[in-house]
């Protein structure tokens, strides 16, 4: 039965769809079920032909949508933050890159024969990991604070770093095919580069000034840059052969590293994006793959990943680690972890058509090969990664610190009472003076919303497990509380109640929040901010046997708030009940007490002990 080209687009956004899904439950990259699913309902199924689907238009749309990817992932190539991140991360982006570059072209060249120059790429292809993939995880693994961070902002610096590295390995091997001498192809590759430099920049600089100086609605900020983007890497590609793509990485660069643009609102765009064109686009792309080419590669695909994930890995990781402070199992850690991702994936099915059309017959291995190494890479250490950490005891001993919704000075407060007892806390807010005066107070402290795309990948949760609501923000503190229960369960995730409104909330609510609600007693975020208002402030209490629970209430007439409680074992729960059910001596109490105890006999009352940090609370 034949069915319909309508029938079969649909089908593929309700097969990326059921991928993400799959791969949200399961907390692995979503690369790893997308390129699966692509596999099953082409080579596998025969139900999705992509030649068949698209004609002629396959491959324009294939090269848009692969200038998307770049351009967005380049926006997120601050040079500032590279200086940031300690030695190992800056001699990683470009050691690293060219380590993994040399080893992976040696390596295809002689295991399978191919042409240098398609080796070369295939080797400056390879270069990328990317946060798509290290994101999901570093969740799972939960490795020390220092590795997870120098993963992350690997994958998110040579993200773009990588994918300009594979274009102008590409355009110089396009220019060169195109010159019948050196000078000839020498001339065409500066032409090239030349092009794609200045009107990247241009480019770049033009709408940055336009988001900057306000000349676009704010309304058309995304659809405006995209558009603008896709024009530009048009014109690129009619001015200079195949300088597109360099156009518009060079155009995100320049554009992220340019003062006072606002290019958040860009990059939350790209959570939608994601979702509905790069999953359409890798499903068809895998549906292209032909069992009978990874056939062909025989054993020496088995050499080139042995090459990638044995010796180029650690050569790359010991020889940056020069200098720094990693023990070696920091560095046997850090070299078994480099999962390929997107970007890798998508420029290879672009580059194996555009050269193989320029009559490069072996650029056909790029596609098979580079999704190889993704399914091989993703699936290897997605697995293994945790065992490893365990081995190694780089896995991060507890998850007991809290994240907070909130930067306010309610959830200040609560955050430096808590960072005072040594648990790892870290707020989160959209509005910048909370963010700038947690920073004042010493805070950790993520400006944006913590559910979003760009905090999976920039959101440091090492050592968090808890997620605390104290916002007054109602839409996203559901949001945020939907999210995090997934991440955290439902024993672990708090919030307050919705005040005068709850009864019209409860019927709004789903059941899941709802069973989050009730955190310090049942009382609403309005009534701390005015408790606080009124000069009430957070204090830490041990209990003892000369200063026990009831001496505590008895000080303050039962007024005190108790917020959370941690016991002789060093486990801190936040309290949704009231009173607690068992408090005892040796205990700590982190309480909203008023400015002065209502009587005035305290010289008559036991002292009221102060507690001390508490190492490994």
């Known amino acids: 039965m034949s069915v319909s080209t309508v029938m079969l687009l649909a089908s593929i956004g309700i097969l990326s769809l059921f991928c993400q899904w799959l791969a949200w439950r399961l907390r692995v990259p979503a690369i790893l079920f997308l390129l699966a699913?692509?596999?099953?309902?082409?080579?596998?199924?025969?139900?999705?032909?992509?030649?068949?689907?698209?004609?002629?238009?396959?491959?324009?749309?294939?090269?848009?949508?692969?200038?998307?990817?770049?351009?967005?992932?380049?926006?997120?190539?601050?040079?500032?933050?590279?200086?940031?991140?300690g030695r190992m991360v800056r001699n990683l982006i470009p050691v690293g890159a060219l380590v993994t570059c040399v080893v992976a072209t040696l390596a295809t060249h002689w295991a399978l024969g191919v042409s240098w120059e398609i080796a070369l790429l295939f080797g400056a292809i390879s270069v990328v990991t990317g946060p798509t993939v290290i994101a999901p995880l570093l969740r799972s693994v939960r490795p020390t604070a220092k590795?997870?961070?120098?993963?992350?902002?690997?994958?998110?610096?040579?993200?773009?770093?990588?994918?300009?590295?594979?274009?102008?390995?590409?355009?110089?091997?396009?220019?060169?095919?195109?010159?019948?001498?050196?000078?000839?192809?020498?001339?065409?590759?500066?032409?090239?580069?030349?092009?794609?430099?200045?009107?990247?920049?241009?480019?770049?600089?033009?709408?940055?000034?336009?988001?900057?100086?306000?000349?676009?609605?704010?309304?058309?900020?995304?659809?405006?840059?995209?558009?603008?983007?896709?024009?530009?890497?048009?014109?690129?590609?009619?001015?200079?052969h195949e300088s597109g793509l360099l156009t518009v990485t060079v155009m995100g660069i320049w554009m992220a590293n340019m003062k006072q643009v606002p290019i958040d609102s860009i990059l939350e765009f790209k959570e939608s994006l994601s979702v509905l064109l790069i999953s359409a686009l890798f499903i068809i792309l895998a549906a292209r793959v032909e069992f009978a080419a990874i056939a062909e590669l025989g054993w020496g695909l088995v050499l080139v990943l042995g090459a990638l994930i044995l010796v180029a890995r650690p050569a790359s990781i010991f020889l940056s680690a020069i200098g720094?402070?990693?023990?070696?199992?920091?560095?046997?850690?850090?070299?078994?972890?480099?999962?390929?991702?997107?970007?890798?994936?998508?420029?290879?099915?672009?580059?194996?058509?555009?050269?193989?059309?320029?009559?490069?017959?072996?650029?056909?291995?790029?596609?098979?090969?580079?999704?190889?190494?993704?399914?091989?890479?993703?699936?290897?250490?997605?697995?293994t990664a945790r065992p490893v950490a365990h081995l190694l005891k780089v896995a991060e001993p507890g998850n007991h610190g809290f994240l907070i919704l909130g930067a306010n000075q309610v959830a200040?407060?609560?955050?430096?009472?808590?960072?005072?007892?040594?648990?790892?806390?870290?707020?989160?807010?959209?509005?910048?003076?909370?963010?700038?005066?947690?920073?004042?107070?010493?805070?950790?402290?993520?400006?944006?919303?913590?559910?979003?795309?760009?905090?999976?990948?920039?959101?440091?949760?090492?050592?968090?497990?808890?997620?605390?609501?104290?916002?007054?923000?109602?839409?996203?503190?559901?949001?945020?509380?939907?999210?995090?229960?997934?991440?955290?369960?439902?024993?672990?995730?708090?919030?307050?109640?919705?005040?005068?409104?709850?009864?019209?909330?409860?019927?709004?609510?789903?059941?899941?929040?709802?069973?989050?609600?009730?955190?310090?007693?049942?009382?609403?975020?309005?009534?701390?901010?005015?408790?606080?208002?009124?000069?009430?402030?957070?204090?830490?209490?041990?209990?003892?046997?000369?200063?026990?629970?009831?001496?505590f209430r008895e000080r303050y007439e039962q007024q005190a708030l108790l917020l959370f409680t941690v016991d002789p074992r060093d486990h801190i729960h936040a309290v949704k009940e009231k009173p607690p059910s068992k408090v005892d001596r040796d205990w700590v109490l982190v309480s909203l007490v008023p400015p002065q105890p209502p009587k005035e006999r305290r010289e008559k009352e036991p002292a009221e002990p102060e507690a001390a940090a508490q190492p490994g609370i």
């Open 37 to 85: 699913g692509g596999i099953a309902a082409g080579p596998m199924l025969g139900m999705l032909n992509p030649e068949a689907i698209f004609g002629d238009l396959l491959f324009p749309v294939i090269s848009l949508a692969v200038a998307i990817i770049l351009f967005e992932g380049s926006l997120t190539l601050q040079f500032d933050e590279i200086k940031g991140h």
């Open 147 to 240: 590795l997870a961070n120098i993963l992350r902002w690997e994958g998110i610096i040579i993200d773009p770093v990588g994918a300009l590295l594979a274009v102008l390995v590409f355009e110089g091997i396009v220019s060169w095919g195109q010159g019948n001498v050196f000078e000839h192809s020498l001339y065409i590759f500066g032409t090239t580069i030349l092009t794609g430099t200045l009107l990247g920049a241009g480019a770049g600089w033009l709408n940055g000034l336009a988001l900057r100086k306000h000349l676009l609605p704010h309304y058309l900020h995304n659809a405006g840059t995209l558009t603008f983007m896709l024009g530009v890497y048009a014109l690129s590609n009619e001015l200079a």
């Open 324 to 383: 720094t402070n990693l023990t070696w199992r920091d560095k046997l850690f850090l070299s078994w972890i480099a999962p390929r991702g997107i970007v890798a994936a998508a420029v290879s099915a672009l580059f194996a058509f555009q050269l193989q059309k320029a009559g490069y017959e072996s650029a056909g291995v790029l596609v098979p090969l580079i999704f190889m190494v993704i399914i091989t890479t993703v699936t290897l250490q997605s697995l």
């Open 412 to 551: 200040r407060q609560i955050g430096l009472a808590l960072k005072k007892l040594e648990v790892p806390v870290l707020l989160s807010d959209t509005n910048w003076e909370n963010v700038r005066a947690a920073r004042m107070e010493n805070l950790d402290v993520y400006f944006g919303n913590p559910a979003s795309a760009h905090a999976s990948t920039h959101l440091d949760l090492n050592g968090i497990g808890n997620f605390l609501v104290i916002s007054p923000y109602k839409q996203l503190n559901s949001l945020a509380t939907y999210h995090f229960l997934d991440w955290f369960g439902s024993q672990s995730v708090f919030s307050l109640s919705e005040g005068d409104q709850d009864q019209y909330a409860r019927h709004q609510a789903a059941e899941k929040i709802q069973q989050t609600r009730g955190l310090f007693g049942d009382v609403s975020y309005a009534k701390l901010a005015s408790m606080i208002s009124k000069g009430w402030k957070v204090k830490t209490t041990r209990l003892s046997d000369t200063f026990t629970y009831e001496n």
